[in-house]
């Protein structure tokens, strides 16, 4: 207003109506509701009467931080994003995966989540339990710890009267030893009369029935634990089943880089009925969603581990203005404790 000092009457008026204008105007953008478009992808957004979820809940709470109004509007994921890059609206949620290639077009808050990829496969119901590799890997070595063991023995105690000095049957007879003391039967029937084999014996014990118990742990797991129909350990195992997912996400571009035969779906509630009419080895998604579904299904199975690693976030149209605002209610919410109250809920 230092335009009114030392000028005319007219001036002053001209002045005042400048300002009175120009502050309306300012008041009118700013009280715009933001336009917010959402995209269906439990927990993060659950279409129904009303929109909820993880991303709903969170962003109800950083909007009453920033003090703006908004309106939710649901769309396709990609349309989602793209209605953020070209303008048409001002902010994008629901579990949105930051990338390299998202981050050349859009802005992104601090992330308000860790993100990767999850498989899921059907629970295997055969009644022979279906060992995982680890335990025929165990499996192995246990042979491998009892060949050494009963070779051992044999040289040190073949020529004694509890062992044949002939190399068959005289090992075998030294397996066996080996499988009674490693599983602490203990019959009794070899004895080793050697210090030599007395020292092996020792050492056997001290080692083998250890592994043992490890191993045939391991076993048991698998026997009586749920186990995947089409286990996932490596990307190899990714490329030999057909995997589902939902189409234009993160998850679908990263499998059609590793090459995988991959079946794309409007989202993962129809990838799950494809699972079980047997379209599908495996589904694929966000972590955060994989464990969603297999809450809601107890036919599904987590398996693998997380794939790519990566954070989630909020998307906004580039040199976004809101996100200075946005990064600091996050940072509040997340020192005060609410983003995990929210997260508890819904995780």
């Known amino acids: 207003m230092s335009c009114l000092r030392g000028s005319s009457k007219f001036i002053r008026r001209v ?23 959402v995209s269906e992808l439990p927990p993060c957004v659950i279409a129904g009467d009303e929109l909820t979820g993880y991303s709903i809940e969170l962003w109800r709470n950083l909007a009453s931080e ?12 990609a349309a989602k994003l793209n209605a ?8 994008a949620i629901g579990c949105v995966s930051i990338s390299e290639e998202r981050e050349r077009n859009l802005d992104f808050t601090h992330p308000i989540a860790l993100g990767g990829f999850r498989a899921a496969s059907l629970v295997e119901d055969s009644v022979i339990p279906n060992f995982g590799d ?17 070779h051992l023995m044999w040289w040190s105690e073949h020529g004694q009267a509890t062992i044949n000095d002939r190399y068959f049957p005289g090992v075998l007879e030294s397996v066996w030893f080996s499988l009674v003391t490693m599983s602490t039967v203990g019959y009794g029937d070899i004895t080793p009369r050697k210090w030599l ?16 118990g490890v191993i045939f742990g391991q076993f048991a797991a698998d026997a009586i634990g749920s186990r995947a129909q089409n286990p996932v350990e490596s990307i190899a195992d990714l490329r030999k089943y057909t995997v589902g997912t939902k189409r234009d996400t993160v998850t679908s571009e990263y499998l ?30 966000d972590a955060l969603a994989i464990s969603h579904e297999i809450q809601r299904n107890p036919d599904l199975i987590e398996t693998g581990p997380m794939f790519a690693p990566h954070y989630i976030g909020i998307a906004l149209q580039p040199s976004s203005s809101l996100r200075e605002a946005l990064n600091r209610a996050i940072l509040k919410m997340a020192a005060d404790g609410r983003s995990q109250l929210i997260k508890d809920r819904w995780f």
Do not use: W
């Open 84 to 91: 953020v890059q070209e303008g048409r609206a001002d902010v």
């Open 197 to 212: 084999g007395r020292l092996s014996a020792v050492l056997l014990i001290l080692t083998g029935v250890t592994a043992f």
């Open 134 to 150: 680890d335990s025929l890997k165990m499996l192995l070595v246990l042979l491998l710890f009892v060949l050494f063991f009963a």
């Open 256 to 285: 059609s880089t590793l090459g995988v035969n991959t079946v794309h779906f409007q989202n993962l509630s129809e990838s799950v009925l494809a699972l079980r009419e047997g379209e599908l080895d495996v589904i694929m998604h």
């Open 66 to 77: 920033i003090a703006r109004e908004y309106v939710l509007e649901l769309m396709d994921f």
């Open 15 to 37: 002045c005042v109506v400048i300002c009175v204008i120009t502050a309306g105007v300012g008041q009118q953008v700013y009280a715009e509701p933001l336009r917010v478009v």
